[in-house]
């Protein structure tokens, strides 16, 4: 999964012809730690619909701060440039993919 940051962000989640779902995250915390491979899995099982890319909230503070994230991990899921929804908190798999279709990504 790829990193991204506020160099990065524009190209890789706004203008990407995918979904995007962001993993804002901080190696410190360990409920991040957890959502990793939850977020890893569905990058690669939803791989040529969707792209998953991370954000290290403790590299790129503005970039998470102009999304409202105060608590990580979130999940942002973005489509067509638009932040389509917001999970924050440890998440199951199966819920998260219940999240992914109800924002669009079937």
């Known amino acids: 999964m790829r990193e991204v940051n ?24 360990g409920p991040c730690r957890m959502m990793a491979p939850v977020v890893h899995e569905l990058a690669e099982a939803y791989e040529g619909k969707m792209k998953a890319v991370k954000v290290n909230v403790d590299e790129a ?18 489509e067509g440039g638009q932040l389509k929804g917001v999970s924050v908190g440890y998440v199951p798999r199966e819920d998260l993919e219940g999240k992914l279709a109800q924002w669009g990504q079937a």
Do not use: M, N
């Open 6 to 29: 506020e160099k990065t962000f524009e190209q890789e989640v706004l203008h990407s012809g995918l979904p995007v779902l962001v993993d804002f995250y901080a190696d410190w915390c």
């Open 61 to 78: 503070g503005a970039l998470a701060a102009s999304y409202g994230v105060s608590s990580i991990p979130t999940l942002a899921y973005f």
